[in-house]
């Protein structure tokens, strides 16, 4: 039987303490039952961005690419997201 291929955190940048206990839950998950058990334990974490947080800390690169496929198939642009951004900072935007 070929040894599991070890999980790691690629991308440790802003992860917050509540990021890190979900990532520990995660890992152990996997560790126990392999990637269904991962991404079941993914699955019961609650919110969506706290998902997605968690798997992009193991998976930067993949989560970045589905979020761009998606963003693509909604019909938002770069350009778009980066208006909401601004939108978001200014002080109008700030109520």
Same mark, same amino acid.
């Given at each position: 039987?070929?040894?599991?291929?070890?999980? +790691?955190?690629?991308?440790?940048? @802003?992860?917050? &303490?509540?990021?890190?206990?979900?990532?520990?839950?995660?890992?152990? *998950?996997? +560790?126990? @039952? @392999? /990637? &269904? !058990?991962?991404?079941?334990?993914?699955?019961?974490?609650?919110?969506?961005?706290?998902? #997605?947080?968690?798997? !992009?800390?193991?998976?930067? @690169?993949?989560?970045? +690419?589905?979020?761009?496929?998606?963003? *693509?198939?909604?019909? #938002?642009?770069?350009?778009? /997201?980066?208006? /909401?951004?601004?939108?978001?900072?200014?002080?109008?935007? #700030?109520?």
């Amino acid at each position: 039987m070929a040894a599991k291929p070890k999980l +790691e955190v690629i991308d440790a940048s @802003g992860l917050t &303490d509540t990021d890190w206990a979900g990532i520990n839950k995660v890992a152990r *998950a996997y +560790e126990v @039952g @392999g /990637l &269904d !058990a991962f991404w079941n334990e993914l699955k019961n974490l609650g919110e969506l961005v706290f998902q #997605i947080r968690v798997a !992009a800390a193991f998976f930067p @690169g993949e989560i970045r +690419e589905a979020m761009k496929d998606e963003m *693509a198939a909604q019909g #938002i642009t770069g350009e778009d /997201l980066q208006e /909401l951004l601004r939108k978001a900072e200014s002080p109008a935007g #700030i109520q």
